[in-house]
């Protein structure tokens, strides 16, 4: 279960790491900063089906997004003077409790259809 697990925190950082090339590449036009974010967003949804072998897909997506938006979120805040607003740290806040009543509200049984 905890390979799964660090399968699903892989999937979050090269999900993050996509959606910020992505970002630069917007602004360059350079091709291999497409590439490179192809490369990053790609090998995300691979981690992310290694991960949902063990993890069931509603906790498993949620925690993706969630994290992926909350930290994307916050390194535009931070790094990329991206204006912040008492709305914006509600909304981050609020998706990390949501994530957590998620994860805290599961059985800890295994996923329909996973194999061992």
């Not at 091709?31 to 967003?41: E, T």
């Not at 290694?50 to 930290?71: C, D, H, N, Q, Y």
């Not at 535009?76 to 509600?90: A, I």
Request: net charge negative.
């Amino acid at each position: 279960m905890m390979q799964a697990w660090i399968f699903l925190f892989l999937a979050i950082a090269t999900e993050v790491a996509g959606t910020l090339l992505m970002n630069a590449s917007g602004h360059s036009g350079n091709p291999w900063m497409y590439g490179l974010m192809y490369c990053f967003i790609s090998s995300s949804y691979v981690l992310l089906s290694f991960a949902l072998r063990k993890i069931s897909v509603g906790i498993a997506i949620a925690i993706w997004e969630g994290l992926g938006t909350a930290l994307i979120s916050s390194i535009s805040m931070v790094f990329l003077n991206e204006k912040v607003s008492g709305q914006k740290l509600l909304g981050i806040a609020l998706a990390m409790i949501g994530i957590l009543l998620l994860h805290f509200g599961e059985d800890e049984e295994e996923p329909v259809g996973a194999s061992s």
